[in-house]
């Protein structure tokens, strides 16, 4: 068993069919690791649904050599200048060719560094491949869209009922390996909440083992607290809604939102 603490890396799936997703995307995805060859891909969609961890997968199954570039750190133009050109001009140690990952490619200027990474892709294409993985797929210029094959990791209403039925028992499996006392209507709750980024997911799960266990009681908090603003929100207490508010200003919209919609239900 991994040494590494946090669950999402400890528990991070090293092959495609152990990562949850969408059938249409897994098979595809599973072909590419039989076919054994690579191209050059853009995953896209929300946080947490998997895009790193599948790209990641791939070159594992396949034994490539492979870097990992975060865009939101690392994208300016001096990166491609050194860190890929150095990397992908090198022969890899394994034989035949090397992957860039591009995490969160989105992040990467449009004007600078994305038309210098079109010229990479083809300069470098015997012996390189590019993964990119992004949130908003808009925001990869048209040039990067035409090199690559984008694949959509955004899951439909259809497919989210058995992705949930999924996480939940993988869920329950961590907790049964880390000793952690759970209810399965909680974990069930805690899925409904963050669905479909399952990072969020796994990370409030460990938050929520350390307090204590996964249990009923382990949301009564945050459960009365979105009772309570849906309450000014129905009276149009404007003036608790500011003071609610400030009181939780840690929560994420996001969260806040799915709370008020709950209960409009």
Same mark, same amino acid.
């Given at each position: 068993?991994? !040494?590494?603490?946090?669950?999402?890396?400890?528990?991070?799936?090293?092959?495609?069919?152990?990562?949850?997703?969408?059938?249409?995307?897994?098979?595809?995805?599973?072909?590419?690791? #039989?076919?054994?060859?690579?191209?050059?891909? #853009?995953?896209?969609?929300?946080?947490?649904?998997?895009?790193?961890?599948?790209?990641?997968?791939?070159?594992? &199954?396949?034994?490539?050599?492979?870097? $990992?570039?975060?865009?939101?750190?690392?994208?300016?133009?001096?990166?491609?200048?050194?860190?890929?050109?150095?990397?992908?001009?090198? %022969?890899?140690?394994?034989?035949?060719?090397?992957?860039?990952?591009?995490?969160?490619?989105?992040?990467?200027?449009? !004007?600078?560094?994305?038309?210098?990474?079109?010229?990479?892709? &083809?300069?470098?294409?015997?012996? @390189?491949?590019? %993964?990119?993985?992004?949130?908003?797929?808009?925001? #990869?210029?048209?040039?990067? +869209?035409?090199?690559?094959?984008?694949?959509?990791?955004?899951?439909?209403?259809?497919?989210?009922?058995?992705? @949930?039925?999924?996480?939940?028992?993988?869920?329950?499996?961590?907790?049964?390996?880390?000793?952690?006392?759970?209810? !399965?209507?909680?974990?069930?709750?805690?899925?409904?909440?963050?669905?479909?980024?399952?990072?969020?997911?796994?990370?409030?799960?460990?938050?929520?083992?350390?307090? =204590? =266990?996964?249990?009923?009681?382990?949301?009564?908090?945050?459960?009365?607290?979105?009772?309570? $603003?849906?309450?000014?929100?129905?009276?149009?207490?404007?003036?608790?809604?500011?003071?609610?508010?400030?009181? +939780?200003?840690?929560?994420?919209?996001?969260?806040?939102?799915?709370?008020?919609?709950?209960?409009?239900?």
């Amino acid at each position: 068993m991994s !040494q590494e603490f946090l669950f999402v890396e400890k528990y991070r799936p090293q092959q495609i069919e152990d990562i949850i997703l969408p059938d249409r995307l897994k098979n595809v995805l599973t072909k590419v690791v #039989i076919g054994g060859e690579v191209p050059n891909m #853009i995953f896209s969609g929300g946080p947490g649904l998997g895009k790193t961890t599948a790209a990641k997968a791939i070159c594992n &199954e396949l034994d490539i050599d492979y870097m $990992l570039i975060n865009g939101s750190e690392e994208g300016n133009i001096d990166t491609l200048r050194t860190k890929i050109r150095q990397f992908a001009s090198s %022969i890899s140690l394994q034989g035949g060719y090397k992957v860039v990952i591009l995490d969160e490619a989105d992040y990467l200027n449009a !004007q600078s560094t994305q038309p210098a990474l079109r010229g990479f892709i &083809e300069e470098f294409s015997d012996n @390189c491949r590019f %993964i990119l993985t992004c949130n908003f797929k808009h925001k #990869i210029i048209e040039p990067l +869209h035409s090199r690559c094959i984008v694949y959509d990791f955004n899951p439909t209403k259809k497919d989210l009922a058995g992705l @949930c039925g999924l996480f939940l028992k993988r869920l329950e499996t961590i907790c049964i390996a880390e000793g952690i006392e759970y209810e !399965q209507k909680t974990l069930a709750d805690i899925i409904k909440r963050h669905l479909p980024d399952w990072r969020r997911v796994l990370n409030e799960v460990q938050n929520n083992a350390i307090s =204590g =266990g996964i249990t009923s009681d382990t949301l009564i908090i945050e459960e009365s607290s979105y009772e309570e $603003l849906f309450t000014f929100l129905k009276a149009s207490d404007f003036k608790n809604m500011r003071k609610w508010e400030a009181n +939780h200003v840690d929560l994420e919209a996001t969260a806040i939102i799915r709370g008020i919609y709950d209960r409009m239900n």
